[in-house]
Nanobody, 124 residues
Framework: VQLQASGGGSVQTGDSLRLSCSAS????????MGWFRQTPGMEREFVSA????????HFADSVQGRFTISRDNAKNIVNLQMNNLKPEDTAVYFC??????????????????WGQGTQVTVSS
């Protein structure tokens, strides 16, 4: 199983970034997919998740209305579109796969497979 995250970078406040996560080695549409982020010394924080079918999504309050999540089950890709970025969004972002196909879970301990992380830096 491999999850490969990409799309991070350094941007200014108010800019946008799109993170992508490509999955292999799993039956992709059987997994919920999530994005988490982490800053040094802090626990991994839930950002957003999408159910296996793509019909259900969920966002952390801190990103609601600014971030969107989507998936393409034909291409085994999940995307996180991040708009109106703020300095507090600065973190390493991780994609993860949850074997619970239906519904959304926000606890990182429920996710069984993780990507390597991609850095997002937002400067003011």
């Amino acid at each position: 199983v491999q999850l490969q995250a990409s799309g991070g970078g350094s941007v200014q406040t108010g800019d946008s970034l799109r993170l992508s996560c490509s999955a292999s080695g799993i039956t992709f549409n059987s997994y919920g997919m999530g994005w988490f982020r982490q800053t040094p010394g802090m626990e991994r924080e839930f950002v957003s998740a999408i159910s296996g079918s793509g019909r259900t999504t969920h966002f952390a309050d801190s990103v609601q209305g600014r971030f969107t999540i989507s998936r393409d089950n034909a291409k085994n890709i999940v995307n996180l579109q991040m708009n109106n970025l703020k300095p507090e969004d600065t973190a390493v972002y991780f994609c993860a796969a949850d074997p619970k196909r239906l519904g959304i879970r926000t606890d990182p301990r429920d996710y069984t497979h993780w990507g390597q992380g991609t850095q997002v830096t937002v400067s003011s």
